[in-house]
Nanobody, 123 residues
Framework: QVQLVESGGGSVQAGGSLRLSCAASGYTYSSNCIAWFRQRPGKEREGVAKIYTLGGTTYYADSVKGRFTISQDNAKNTVYLQMNSLKPEDTAMYYC????????????????WGQGTQVTVSS
């Protein structure tokens, strides 16, 4: 079992920054990758960034590339999502998720999910 707890969400004006944290506990060594997903109002949940826990390779959705950075601190079992140049369309509930096997953008690949943290960007 892997437990994930997100934090760091909040309200910010367009152009501002936030850093989300995803603290993992349990059998964290079994995770192949950790990803951040978001669900905007009325939209499907979508992947925005992911990091392979062994090696640290990262991938981003086109909508956030160049603005968001995913990173990990293995000593703290924590994955971060630094979000810069935020836009109103980034407003969403953000979730972190852990995959034991395949790590596509398909949410079905992910075995464990956190409860989410809300990000609101005002214009």
């Amino acid at each position: 079992q892997v437990q994930l707890v997100e934090s760091g969400g909040g309200s910010v004006q367009a152009g501002g920054s936030l850093r989300l944290s995803c603290a993992a506990s349990g059998y964290t060594y079994s995770s192949n990758c950790i990803a951040w997903f978001r669900q905007r109002p009325g939209k499907e949940r979508e992947g925005v960034a992911k990091i392979y826990t062994l090696g640290g390779t990262t991938y981003y959705a086109d909508s956030v590339k160049g603005r968001f950075t995913i990173s990990q601190d293995n000593a703290k079992n924590t994955v971060y999502l630094q979000m810069n140049s935020l836009k109103p369309e980034d407003t969403a509930m953000y979730y972190c998720a852990a995959a034991l096997g395949a790590c596509s953008w398909y949410r079905g690949d992910y075995n464990y999910w956190g409860q989410g943290t809300q990000v609101t960007v005002s214009s």
